[in-house]
């Protein structure tokens, strides 16, 4: 048998629950351009002229949509971030 604050608590929580998901489909009926942003592949490293990139062992961070291009090096806790290009 669960206690009145504890259905209380349900029974709040459910009603919010269908009030968001409402709103949400109101808003999806008003959009006016359905717009998806559709993610392309990243050239993370690339070689030019045949020299790759070098990457430590111990690089803290590549972003997945950071490219890092020809003769770079990258050394220990190196970070590249979001967007950013290293040539």
Do not use: C, H
């Not at 690339?46 to 490219?67: E, I, L, R, W």
């Amino acid at each position: 048998m669960t206690s009145l604050g504890a259905r209380v608590v349900l029974a709040a929580s459910n009603a919010a629950r269908k009030v968001g998901q409402s709103l949400d489909s109101l808003g999806k009926s008003m959009e006016v351009v359905k717009y998806s942003e559709r993610l392309v592949p990243s050239t993370r490293f690339v070689a030019v002229d045949g020299v790759t990139p070098t990457v430590s062992t111990n690089t803290a961070f590549v972003a997945p949509n950071a490219s890092v291009i020809g003769d770079v090096t990258l050394g220990k806790d190196a970070s590249v971030w979001y967007g950013a290009t290293v040539r």
